[in-house]
């Protein structure tokens, strides 16, 4: 036995005694990533209403399959939509970057294994599981990959920035102009930037193994900048979240006619 079920929990049979309403955390938290869940798997396979020009979704780009809808492909069509006679969805090439940076990020890792595995769903509350093995083993073992996710999702960060500069033309390529469709696109960029740059294997990463600050003023002023933002990061988790979804949302109604993209100029 370990964990709550160790030798040396107090023996009380109540799982807790708190009285307050613990689970809503956690049941918002399931049920916020749940729909998440449901509707990006919903777009990843959907295939279509991803690009308007000038304005990409955030899930299929940059678009790398041979079936991109003209215009959409930003760095070319190296893959070849039809694998084993099936017709793969191009948000699919790209998918593993993003989910795996958000997977395995620290503080979501602490939310999904609160709201899912109940490990534990709440603090002072016991959990169903009799054995704690953490993160040495298989499957979880994986989530120490999170380092190199986080230097995919940076180019991923980069791309669609660029996606956003793009956004400041119109639907004739024309530059000089600004839609609703550019501030969505500039707001998901710069959400994701944050996330990104408040996260702690960044601020690991600028200064986590320096010995001497004062030898390195640079990466020590960088890493007192990141480390102002790493307070924010579980809110820069929920923002950015809520972001790439509107930005898909966004481009996808665009592009179905659904709305009409209003330029200001």
């Not at 940059?62 to 003209?70: A, D, G, V």
């Not at 990061?233 to 509107?246: Q, R, Y």
Request: with cysteine.
């Amino acid at each position: 036995m370990s964990g709550v079920f160790s030798p040396t929990r107090a023996k009380i049979k109540e799982r807790t005694l708190r009285t307050d309403k613990w689970w809503l955390q956690p049941a918002i938290t399931f049920g916020v990533l749940f729909s998440f869940v449901i509707y990006a798997t919903f777009r990843a396979f959907e295939n279509k209403y991803y690009f308007a020009e000038p304005l990409v979704s955030p899930f299929y780009s940059p678009c790398l399959s041979t079936s991109c809808i003209e215009g959409s492909s930003l760095l070319g069509q190296p893959f070849n939509n039809e694998y084993f006679g099936i017709g793969i969805s191009p948000a699919l090439f790209i998918l593993i970057f993003p989910l795996g940076f958000r997977m395995t990020c620290y503080y979501y890792r602490k939310a999904y294994y609160r709201a899912f595995w109940m490990s534990p769903p709440a603090c002072a509350v016991a959990e169903p599981h009799t054995k704690y093995t953490g993160e040495t083993r298989a499957p979880l073992i994986l989530q120490n990959g999170h380092r190199w996710f986080f230097y995919f999702g940076l180019i991923f960060n980069v791309l669609l920035t660029y996606d956003a500069i793009l956004a400041f033309r119109d639907a004739e390529k024309h530059w000089g102009h600004m839609s609703v469709g550019t501030l969505v696109l500039l707001l998901n960029a710069t959400l994701l930037w944050l996330y990104s740059m408040s996260c702690h294997t960044c601020r690991h990463t600028l200064g986590g193994r320096l010995k001497h600050f004062s030898k390195h003023p640079v990466r020590y002023k960088l890493w007192s900048w990141v480390s102002v933002l790493n307070h924010k990061h579980p809110t820069f988790a929920w923002i950015s979240l809520f972001g790439v979804a509107f930005a898909d949302i966004y481009v996808r109604n665009v592009a179905s006619g659904a709305w009409t993209n209003f330029y200001f100029f």
